[in-house]
């Protein structure tokens, strides 16, 4: 199907767009009543992702009330361990909880490899029917987590500031980390390949708690895995986003995706250098920022625009919106790029 608004692909593929493609990390949810009347008629938050019909409607939630250039499927990144044999809880005001983990060799004998048809065909549908009811209007976004994040979470078992328990494993037992990496990891493409098959015009590979780990182990338990991913998709634009990763900006530039997502930490013309000029970069306004005055909305994403320049940029927050957020201000935010980036061409 020809896409009415195909600006993100472009962008993607470094191709010129007549203005600069604009979408926010956790658009689907949290901040719009819309999509918190959905949740509160639910269980849960595992519930709707687990409702292809419900997880689709909030997914594209954002297209209708917020004007964004790309819906993102609603789902979430723990749903890989869960398909390998190791389930989650989402404990409200709290977030994920495992109550079984992985620390050692026998708790490895528990888990598969996902089947995505079988263990995930809940997001494949949800896809599907976000593609059919998008009718070509936007891309869809799919995404998985980044195998060392999903490790974080499957041994660790929760959040956590230090996830000390993680990275003591890395030292205690590289290899029951690499091999439950090297698991994770072929689940994971498996998963992102079929999210295509089922619709997804472009993929996200999320590495949340990349910064906490050192360049050195970066480069060992996580840039590796994300690698091999990236060199396995090869059907659509591979857009990598590791929060934190400050000093894997330059080797994450080399990986064979198309997009580098910055967070708002990061200096966009040190990134530039750093990633080089093949690549697109998105990001990175401070979510904070949205906490200001329509004019500072308005003044922090102009700089931001002025900083990226016209080209081989897609305009997104640092990291995702967060649920305090006021929607007019996102509003604001979404409307100041499109409009301030066509006087940069």
């Known amino acids: 199907m020809q896409l009415q ?18 979408w926010l990390m956790r658009q689907a949810g949290r901040i ?6 959905v949740r509160n008629s639910l269980s849960g938050f595992i519930e709707l992702v687990q409702t ?20 993102i499927i609603f789902s979430d990144i723990l749903v890989i361990p869960e398909a390998m044999g190791l389930p989650y809880e989402m404990v409200e005001k709290k977030g994920p909880f495992f109550p079984d983990t992985i620390r050692s060799e026998k708790d490895m004998k528990g888990l598969r490899q996902a089947d995505p048809e079988s263990d995930l065909g809940y997001v ?30 499957m041994t660790e078992g929760s959040g956590s500031k230090t996830f000390s328990v993680a990275r ?45 780990l050192s360049p050195d182990q970066y480069e060992a338990f996580s840039l590796k895995y994300i690698d091999k991913i990236c ?7 591979v857009t990598v986003f590791a929060k934190g990763a400050y000093f894997a900006r330059k080797a994450i530039g080399k990986l064979d995706c198309r997009t580098v997502g910055l ?36 003044e922090a994403t102009k700089k931001m625009l002025d900083a990226f320049g016209p080209y081989r ?24 790029v499109k409009e301030y980036s066509t006087t940069l061409r």
């Open 5 to 22: 608004n195909d600006l993100l692909l472009r962008a993607a593929r470094g191709e010129k767009t007549e203005r600069t493609p604009v």
């Open 32 to 37: 719009l009543p819309e999509y918190r009347a």
């Open 52 to 71: 292809p019909e419900l997880a689709a409607e909030v997914t594209i939630q954002p297209v209708d009330l917020l004007g964004v250039d790309a819906a």
């Open 124 to 153: 494949l549908e949800a896809i599907r029917i976000t593609k059919r009811e998008l009718n070509g209007r936007v891309p869809l976004i799919g995404f998985a987590g980044a195998p060392w994040t999903i490790f974080a979470y």
């Open 168 to 212: 003591g494993l890395l030292y205690r037992n590289p290899a029951l980390a690499h091999a439950l990496l090297e698991k994770i990891t072929d689940s994971t493409i498996a998963y992102l390949k079929a999210q295509i098959a089922a619709g997804a015009d472009i993929v996200q590979v999320f590495d949340s708690w990349a910064g906490i």
């Open 231 to 237: 060199r396995a998709i090869t059907e659509v634009p």
């Open 263 to 298: 967070d708002w930490n990061m200096d966009i013309q040190e990134s530039r250098e750093l990633v080089g000029k093949e690549k697109t970069l998105q990001g990175n306004l401070d979510p904070c920022a949205l906490y200001g005055s329509y004019d500072q909305v308005r």
């Open 313 to 336: 940029h897609i305009a997104n927050l640092g990291h995702g919106v967060y649920p305090d957020t006021d929607p007019d201000k996102v509003r604001c935010f979404i409307d100041t």
